[in-house]
């Protein structure tokens, strides 16, 4: 049977210049807004089910960690580049807003938005000379630059509390009243995570996008279809720390608390591999990567001490069997349906 | 009228000089060949004037402007595209997307617009669209507009590279090899797009390995030796130049 | 102590760590030269190769040395086991994916470690006891002499192993240009299988003799990897020599910094002055900057 498809967009001739085609929805919304809208709708009923306030919570870190994984998602899955140092970000953006608070009371509001401020500079100053090194060695870059901000994170005692913690940190407040129950902080986090999926999907689906998915396959054909390629590696690499950043402040104002280990190599090396383990340059890949990174562990946790020997089994399975990650797995089941549906 | 002039160029690498003293013109509505032995320089200097590899020395202007402290980038805002020898096709994207990629140098919508989506952002896109569509239509690639780019031929992948070259709106159209690797059968469908994108008007400056097209396809030839200009002319004066036949003395034509 | 006793001090602490990154240093590059990818599992078989060989020793009462050649032997059986296991299922192996995959690697290895062998730190003394040896007013621990003799002489066989034997040059070939590789006859799968037990090998000799000075638990591989990568990456990914100059040099960094700065912020200043190295040379001290044909 003709494939509907091929006979629905080839021109009847070569020469037509308007010949049949499919085109998106002019100036208006795309599926995937609708989609989005649709899952951000879902989300808000959340709590609503829940049942308790443990689960709630585990809705907050779900929300935070989606920030997390989808800004990187951004910068390494879509423009190409290794960054090892979203673990600094996220931690730069919640000792920022959280030493504020606990030092100064600064109000997450204005500290949030500085520790964003902070991760996004800090972004520039590694980002400048690192982003013209490639491959492994930008890797290393990040990662070292992770390393340098662990230590000052641990040792900057007198800002950070040190190993033992930022202590004292305020809850979020509206109108002078503090934010303590938990719906009220999911409803902030859900916002900021809706938000942070709506200026990713405009911008990986716009010209900007484009030339980010082109530049990660080819810096030199990108250049020479006129594609400043440092810059935008600059600006996505700097955009998502930021997004890193708001996240950390997130955090540290809904936890009221922040140790160094948190943001540690660790920290970073996890987020790139739930990046993977969502479907690495998918859109929708980080919302299943923050879903596993947010409650397989309290799957696991029954398991006792055989914990992350299972996670890191199951790890291993996913990406021998998956290895376009979860939203992957399911494209390619979904592409198999529609051919047999259509066979 | 000249559109390209290149005026005592010259490029060394550690001490090997692969380009030098080398001055030329290309007019505007001609198809130029550059060719040479192996080693000629010819690589060089194609980069020099897509902005790759900086000249040691020499200039490089392009409509009476100089260019050669320019980046790649900068010169497709110019009005310079280019194809490459080794492709360079983004075949995680699919063909149109390719080309559309091509209009970057021509639109001007940046991340904050991106971002919010903003209206101008939004007209901006269906007419980058529209543009590359026009040009996957124009050289007969429309039919697959929505594959992967990884899924086409050899020698349409040479097309998509050209088309997407066009939808920057080249003043001077650069193909490094053109036809190299391209299978026999495909060949005179690259040679056919070139000669109907010259008859619309198009500057084609071009390196080439196979003799016999660079003499059928070319206005004027520039032919190098040793990173110098050994001959220039018409297909004809070049063929009967001594020095030209020096050169590829012992080489085969078609290597 | 005087001066130039701190001085010496500090070199010689600074050349034991440094060889025991380089050492690790040497892992990286064996699996990046058969596979492209980073392997995250190599400082879990650091970690391994002293709890190994603290078990054995607490175990049996065998002599130290005996219980770190038996480790060693376990451990390069477990890189290659877990080659087969986990790497050669790949059905298309790329640098990204093999570099997940490690990570899930080192996970499972860590808590296998710990699982098995338990969570307390374990140690036991060097090879020549727990003597000093005393020079110009410097007192060294005479298992740092061990790591260096050790450290020299696992460099030397490595390079005679690489020059002249069938199997080290089959590996440099694989390495060099996999197709060519293939077309001579090389099996290049097997080829990556072997790297696996090299690099393990090479961890567990790191681990073992460096577990007197340190003692290790089974949450001491992580570090340990990511302080070899560094090293790596400081003399060029890919080049045996690069490794030891690497290592030497992120070691005598740590250990100066440490004496002349401040012991708390040496991490941050060697990653500093790493960061500053990468900048001036972007492919590390001795790797060769990769040129794209365009």
Known sequence: ?343 | MTILEVADVGRSFGGLRAVSDLSFTVAKGEIKGVIGPNGAGKTTLFNMIAGVTAPSTGSIALDGQRIEHLKPYQRVERGIARTFQNLQIFKDLTVLENVMVGRHARTRCDVLHAIFRSPAARREEEGIRDAAFAQLDRLGLAHRAEEKAGSLSFGECKILEIARALAAEPSLLLLDEPIAGVPHAETERVADTVRALNAEGVTVLLVEHNMRMVMRLCDSILVLNYGRKIAEGTAEAVRRDPAVLQAYLGEDDDA | MDSAGTVLQLLFAGIGTGSIYALVAVGFNVIFKSTDAINFSQGEWVMMGGMVAAATVTATASPVWLACLFAVLVVTGVGMASERLVVFPIAKPTPLLITLISIGLAICTKSAVMLVLGKNPAGYPGFAGDTAVHLAGASIHSQTLSIIAITIAFMVLAHLFFEKTLLGKALRAAAADRDAAELAGIRVRSTVLWSFGIAAMAGAVAGAIITPLTFTSYDHGTMLGFKGFSAAMLGGLGNLYGSLLGGLLLGLLEAFASGYISSHFKDAVAFLVLLVILFWRPTGLMGTPAVEKV
């Open chain 1, 1 to 343: 049977m003709a494939n509907m498809d091929d006979v629905m967009t080839r021109p009847a001739t070569g020469a037509t210049a308007a010949g049949p085609r499919r085109k998106p929805a002019a100036g208006g919304l795309t599926r995937d807004h609708a989609t989005l809208g649709a899952v951000w709708i879902l989300l808000a009923a959340f709590p609503f089910v829940a049942g308790n306030e443990f689960v709630v919570s585990l809705g907050i870190m779900f929300c935070i960690n989606l920030i997390l994984i989808a800004s990187l998602n951004t910068i390494m899955g879509f423009c190409g580049q290794i960054s090892l140092s979203h673990g600094a970000f996220y931690g730069l953006g919640a000792y920022t807003s959280g030493t504020l608070s606990a030092k100064l009371a600064v109000e997450p509001w204005i500290g949030i938005p500085l520790g964003m401020a902070v991760a996004a500079l800090s972004a520039v100053v590694i980002g400048l000379p690192a982003l013209r090194l490639r491959g492994h060695y930008l890797a290393m870059a990040t990662l070292g630059f992770n390393a340098i901000v662990f230590v000052l994170f641990n040792e900057l005692v007198g800002l950070t509390g040190g190993p033992n913690g930022l202590l004292g940190v305020g809850p979020f407040s509206l109108a002078g009243n503090a934010l303590f129950a938990l719906e009220s902080m999911y409803w902030v986090v859900w916002v900021a995570a809706g938000l942070v999926m709506l200026a990713i999907l405009n911008l990986i689906r716009s010209r900007v996008g484009r030339a980010l998915r082109a530049l990660a396959t080819s810096e030199i054909g990108a250049d020479a279809l006129g594609v400043n390629v440092f810059r935008y590696k600059l600006v996505v690499f700097v955009l998502t720390a930021a997004m890193a950043g708001l996240a950390g402040g997130l955090y540290v104002h809904y936890n009221q608390f922040a140790s160094p280990e948190t943001f540690g190599f660790f920290t970073s090396v996890m987020l790139v591999v739930m990046v993977a383990l969502g479907g690495w340059g998918r859109y929708w890949g980080p919302l299943f990567g923050a879903l596993i990174f947010t409650v397989v562990p309290e799957l696991l946790r029954s398991f006792g001490d055989l914990e992350l020997f299972l996670f890191g089994l199951s790890m291993i399975l996913v990406m021998l069997f998956m290895p376009g990650g979860v939203a992957g797995g399911l494209e390619a089941l979904a592409g198999r349906f529609k051919r047999g549906g259509r066979s």
